[in-house]
Every structure is written in structure tokens, then in C-alpha cells.
T-cell receptor, first 113, second 112 residues
Framework: AQSVAQPEDQVNVAEGNPLTVKCTYSVSGNPYLFWYVQYPNRGLQFLLKYITGDNLVKGSYGFEAEFNKSQTSFHLKKPSALVSDSALYFCAVRDNADNRLAFGKGNQVVVIP | GAGVSQSPSNKVTEKGKDVELRCDPISGHTALYWYRQSLGQGLEFLIYFQGNSAPDKSGLPSDRFSAERTGGSVSTLTIQRTQQEDSAVYLC??????????FGPGTRLTVT
């Protein structure tokens, strides 16, 4: 069964500094990887995905993520954080034989003005 | 275009009552998912519908939970004899085949 680990409960970063949210995964087959963001009292919004191809994927709002097969990681990054990036971020994975997504527990990102 | 919609947005019910939660997926999306998000927890998979295939019910926590998807579109999640531990936000998502899932705003269920 697939699983995701997001090791940090909260990530604090100063506005304008680089933001990284960590994610490692475990799947039995080829991974399909996703990042979602959840703003207060809102549903989850899709940010980006990795299915195949270039290991560096770019998504919405200036976010990007790098797939690292050897480290089974898919860390989310943004070069310069904004206060409006403060939200809950979820990493998710499924393998190519199972349509169910396994989500991490989420990381609260706080961008400090 | 229209996204995934869910109703009601909030539901307060007494312990022991039955509740029905509704999800309208994005038009044309063949797959529909239900998740539960409890305070301080991640997202818990409940059930998955894909086209005309039998649903994957492996995530339903008990036989009090059931779901239907009529006509390949609208879905209802039913919780019978609600318990306080059922209190959570219930999220619905849909996707085109096996692509990324798009989520609705959720239904916040409170069982008193």
C-alpha cells in the first residue's frame, strides 16, 4: 500500500525567503505524486503533479517540486514566499495500479511578514 | 467552469440520526472520491467510483457508511446512526480518468 510522510508539522519562513515543504513516499509501483494546498475553511486546491518525464515540475502560484526517485522524495519549493502562501499543504501519492490517493498529514506553512 | 460542489456546507445532527451528504462532480469526470478530514488528521480515503465499475469501498470505516453514485454523476454519502466520532469534514473529489483530483469545499458534519 502507498503512504506519504510529511515530517514537519509546521514550517515557518520569512516573507521573501525560499520555502521548502518536505515529502517522502512509499509505493509498490511507479509513483504518481501530487501537491495540494488548503486555505482556511476551503477545499483542497491542486498545485502540481509528477507522472513521468522531467523530474522538476512547475505548478500554480510559482510553486515547483522535484521528484527524486533514489530518495523517494517530492519536496515542494517556492523561491520567494509570500504571506498569502500561508496555508496547509498536502503531499499525495498513488501508484499506477491503484486509483486511491494516499495523503500525508499535511504541513502548516506560516509566512512571516 | 463549475467546480465540484457539495451540500450542505454544514450539518449539525443528533447522535443516532441518519445524514445524507451530496456531491456534484465536475461534468464529464468519470471518477469520484469521498474523503474524511478530521481535526488534526490528514485525509482519510472512504470510497471511490470509476465509471460503471464496482466502487472501491475499502476505506469505509463501518457498515453505517454507504455511498451511491447515480447515473455516473451525482453521489450521496449516507451515514446511519451517527456517532460523535463521525464529526469531521467530508470532502468529495472528481477526476478525469486517472488524473489529478479536484476537490469540493466539503461538508462540515457535527454530531451532538
Amino acid at each position: 500500500a502507498q503512504s506519504v510522510a510529511q515530517p514537519e508539522d509546521q514550517v515557518n519562513v520569512a516573507e521573501g525567503n525560499p520555502l521548502t515543504v518536505k515529502c517522502t513516499y512509499s509505493v509498490s509501483g511507479n509513483p504518481y505524486l501530487f501537491w495540494y494546498v488548503q486555505y482556511p475553511n476551503r477545499g483542497l486546491q491542486f498545485l502540481l503533479k509528477y507522472i513521468t518525464g522531467d523530474n522538476l515540475v512547475k505548478g500554480s502560484y510559482g510553486f515547483e517540486a522535484e521528484f527524486n526517485k533514489s530518495q523517494t522524495s517530492f519536496h515542494l519549493k517556492k523561491p520567494s514566499a509570500l504571506v498569502s502562501d500561508s496555508a496547509l499543504y498536502f503531499c499525495a501519492v498513488r501508484d499506477n495500479a491503484d486509483n486511491r490517493l494516499a495523503f500525508g498529514k499535511g504541513n502548516q506553512v506560516v509566512v512571516i511578514p | 467552469g463549475a467546480g465540484v460542489s457539495q451540500s450542505p456546507s454544514n450539518k449539525v445532527t443528533e447522535k443516532g440520526k441518519d445524514v445524507e451528504l451530496r456531491c456534484d462532480p465536475i461534468s464529464g469526470h468519470t471518477a469520484l472520491y469521498w474523503y474524511r478530514q478530521s481535526l488534526g488528521q490528514g485525509l482519510e480515503f472512504l470510497i471511490y467510483f470509476q465509471g460503471n465499475s464496482a466502487p472501491d469501498k475499502s476505506g469505509l470505516p463501518s457498515d453505517r457508511f454507504s455511498a451511491e453514485r447515480t447515473g455516473g454523476s451525482v453521489s450521496t454519502l449516507t451515514i446511519q446512526r451517527t456517532q460523535q466520532e463521525d464529526s469531521a469534514v467530508y470532502l468529495c473529489a472528481s477526476s478525469l480518468d486517472l488524473g489529478e483530483q479536484y476537490f469540493g469545499p466539503g461538508t462540515r458534519l457535527t454530531v451532538t
